[in-house]
């Protein structure tokens, strides 16, 4: 249901407030340049220091700039299991055409605990959802089994794999077949996971490169292998760059530096250290972005 290069996008801040300008901006360009599909509220979004309105109105507002040309995918997903089915209840009745969902934080769930949760929120919620691994952010793994035994409910339609692993993700397709798309949750393993069975990506570096982390994604389902490999070369200095600090800290200095919003940040997220930023500059110079 959801393939291709799907952005991750930042939610620009100005004075202490959501920028909304910014973002409308944000979206009508990623839209022109040949993103499948945004992505709101999700990490590189700020969702964790979103205030419960500004989430919902993040949603709303991508919902209605986007009017349908492409898929939009909000970040409902929360610790709490009646915070994220309220959420995603939120998402699906401003229009939203599915919610990416993370592994509850710090409370550390058990495998059973993990597929009772989501279970929960396909049952309280007639949307489809996307389920996301990230175990460096959660502190908890969702095993291939669980993520097999989830792809039985009739809307979990996807997983946003950022394990690290492709062998993770190689299991993952193989245990579920065409009942669940898997999507890359890391950048720079979209190539690797696409040739296992992943059918995309969910990513950050598409914010400053729709249009190349887009070709990517398609040139390999087209076969294009060597062209697909090609971008992925050309990119890799971008995807180190994005994590040279905590996402989406880079992410936001290279869109500032681009003129395409004001890097602010909240906190506990700060701007980066002189250094990082001195060899992230050097990074955007190289791909001709500043």
Not at 31 to 60: D, F, Q
Not at 120 to 139: K, M, Q
Request: hydrophobic letters at 40%; proline letters at 6%; a neutral charge.
């Amino acid at each position: 249901m959801f393939t291709g290069s799907l952005v991750a996008i930042v939610t620009p801040f100005r004075k202490g407030k959501v920028d909304e300008r910014a973002l409308a901006e944000l979206i009508e360009w990623q839209i022109a340049k040949g993103t499948n599909g945004i992505v709101p509220c999700g990490t590189t979004g700020e969702s964790a220091t979103l205030s419960h309105e500004e989430h919902n109105r993040v949603i709303e507002l991508t919902v209605e700039v986007v009017n349908r040309r492409v898929p939009v995918i909000a970040g409902t997903g929360s610790n709490s299991t009646d915070e994220a089915i309220t959420l995603t209840r939120h998402a699906k009745e401003a229009g939203a055409d599915g919610a990416l969902l993370i592994t509850p934080y710090y409370n550390k769930p058990t495998q059973e605990g993990l597929y009772r949760h989501y279970k929960a929120v396909a049952e309280s919620v007639d949307l489809p959802l996307v389920l996301y691994n990230i175990p460096g952010r959660t502190g908890v793994n969702m095993l291939p089994a669980t993520i097999a035994r989830l792809s039985t409910i009739k809307t979990i339609v996807g997983v946003k794999e950022g394990s690290g692993s492709v062998q993770q993700a190689s299991d993952v397709v193989q245990m579920c077949g065409d009942r669940l798309t898997v999507l890359a949750g890391d950048d720079s393993l979209t190539l690797p996971m696409m040739a296992v069975g992943a059918k995309g990506v969910i990513t950050v570096t598409a914010n400053l490169v729709p249009t190349d982390m887009a070709n990517l994604v398609k040139a390999f389902a087209d076969g294009k292998v060597d062209e697909a490999r090609r971008i992925h070369f050309k990119l890799s200095p971008l995807f180190a760059a994005l994590f040279f600090e905590t996402n989406p800290i880079p992410v936001k200095e290279a869109l500032g530096m681009m003129g395409k919003i004001d890097p602010e940040l909240r906190l506990p997220l700060c701007p980066m250290a002189q250094d990082t930023r001195e060899k992230l500059v050097r990074v955007l110079k190289d791909a001709e972005l500043i």
